[in-house]
C-alpha cells in the first residue's frame, strides 16, 4: 500500500505547489511531470497488478497482423491499441503505457479545464479509485476516460463533440454506449423528481435485468448474457459509498453558487448511474458486470468535490471539510485498494523492455 500512498501525496504536492507558487509556464510543467509519473506507475507494473492485466498481456501474443486485430473477439479499438503495442515492442509494459497515456490524459486534460483547484480533483481522481479502475478493467477504463473528456461539450450543450468522444469509447468498450443518452437526461436542475425517477429506474432494472441483458446480448453482444445472471453478488462496500456520497453531495447542493447548472447536471449524472449498481447488488449480479456501469456516471465526482469545496467562503469551514473529507476518502482507498481488484502489492516491472 505504501507505493499508491507515495503517488497520491506526491502527485497532489506537486500539483498543489505548482498552481499556488508557479508561473504559467511552471504549472504546465508540474501537471505533465505529474500526468507523467501517474502514466509511469500504471505503465511500469508488474503484470500481477490488476486482476485482468494478465489477459491483456497475454493478448500481445494474439494480435501481431491488422488481420488478426480485425477478427479479434474484442472491441476494435483495444485490438488495434494491443497491435500498435506489440508492433513497437514484445515488452507488455509498452502496452500498459499506451493504456495508461490514454487513461491519464484524459482525465488531466478535463480536469485542467473545468476545475480550478485541480489538485484536489487529482487527490478524489486517486483516492476513489478512479484512476486503478484501469489497472483491472482496461478497456472498459479507456472508454470511461473518453466519456469522461466529453463531459465539457455535455455541459456547455455541444452534441456533435460530445456524440463523438461517446463513439469514440464504444470502440474500446461497447458498455459505452451507455453514455449517449445522459446529453438528454441530465438535467439542470435536480430535485424529488429525478430522485423518484432513480428509484423507480432501481425497482424496474432489478425486476427485468435478466430480460434486458439477453436483449443486450442478443443485439450487441453476446458477452452481455453473463451480466444479468444472479450468482454469490457483490460490491456492497462499493454500493455503500456510492450511496452515502451520493446523499452528501445531494446535501451539499444548496450551497453551491457558482456554476450551479453543472453542478446539478453532473449531480444528475450521478445519481442515474446508482440505477445499474443498486440493481446488480439487489440482483445478486455478477460485479464485474452491471455494477461496473456506474463507472460511467460515478466518475462526476471528481468534478463535484471540488465544486463542494470552493463553496465555503471561510477558511476554516474550507478546513474542517478538507480535513474531514480527506480522512473518508483515505479509509476508502486504503480498504479497496488492499482488498479487491488484485492491486496489492504494488510490484514494478523490472525487466520492461527484456
Not at 143 to 170: E, G, K, S
Not at 233 to 242: K, M
Request: overall charge positive; aromatic content about 18%; charged content about 10%.
Amino acid at each position: 500500500m505504501i507505493p499508491y500512498l507515495f503517488l497520491l501525496f506526491f502527485v497532489v504536492f506537486v500539483a498543489t505547489l505548482g498552481r499556488k507558487y508557479g508561473s504559467v509556464g511552471v504549472r504546465r510543467l508540474s501537471l505533465v511531470f505529474v500526468a507523467a509519473f501517474l502514466i509511469f506507475f500504471a505503465g511500469f507494473r508488474d503484470r500481477t497488478v490488476g486482476t485482468d492485466t494478465g489477459n491483456y498481456v497475454a493478448w500481445l501474443l494474439r494480435v501481431t497482423s491488422i488481420e488478426e486485430a480485425l477478427i479479434f473477439p474484442i472491441e476494435i479499438g483495444y485490438s488495434f491499441l494491443v497491435l500498435l503495442s506489440s508492433s513497437l515492442s514484445d515488452s507488455y509494459a509498452v502496452l500498459l503505457t499506451l493504456t495508461a497515456c490514454l487513461v491519464v490524459g484524459c482525465y488531466a486534460v478535463t480536469i485542467v479545464r473545468l476545475v480550478k483547484v485541480y489538485e484536489f480533483s487529482l487527490f478524489v481522481f486517486i483516492t476513489l479509485g478512479v484512476y486503478t479502475f484501469f489497472f483491472n478493467g482496461a478497456r472498459q477504463g479507456i472508454a470511461a476516460a473518453l466519456c469522461f473528456l466529453a463531459l465539457p461539450w455535455l455541459l456547455n450543450r455541444r452534441a456533435i463533440p460530445y456524440f463523438f468522444f461517446v463513439f469514440a469509447a464504444t470502440l474500446f468498450h461497447k458498455t459505452a454506449i451507455i453514455a449517449a443518452p445522459l446529453y438528454f437526461i441530465a438535467r439542470s436542475h435536480i430535485g424529488l423528481r429525478e430522485i423518484f425517477s432513480v428509484m423507480f429506474g432501481v425497482v424496474t432494472l432489478s425486476v427485468f435485468l435478466s430480460s434486458l441483458t439477453e436483449f443486450a446480448a442478443f443485439f450487441i453482444d453476446e458477452r452481455f448474457a453473463s451480466y444479468g445472471q444472479s450468482g454469490v453478488g457483490g460490491g456492497h462496500v462499493q454500493l455503500a459509498f456510492l450511496s452515502v456520497q451520493g446523499i452528501l453531495l445531494l446535501l451539499f447542493k444548496n450551497q453551491i453558487e457558482e456554476n450551479k447548472v453543472w453542478y446539478c447536471r453532473l449531480l444528475n449524472i450521478y445519481f442515474i448511474g446508482l440505477i445499474p449498481a443498486i440493481a446488480s447488488v439487489v440482483s445478486s449480479a455478477n460485479p464485474s458486470g452491471i455494477l461496473r456501469l456506474a463507472t460511467y456516471f460515478s466518475h462526476t465526482s471528481i468534478l463535484l468535490w471540488p465544486m463542494v469545496f470552493v463553496s465555503f467562503k471561510r477558511v476554516t469551514d474550507r478546513r474542517i471539510f478538507l480535513l474531514g473529507f480527506s480522512s473518508f476518502a483515505l479509509l476508502y482507498f486504503v480498504l479497496t485498494t488492499t482488498s479487491f481488484s488484485g492491486l496489492s502489492p504494488y510490484q514494478l516491472n523490472m525487466k520492461p523492455f527484456l
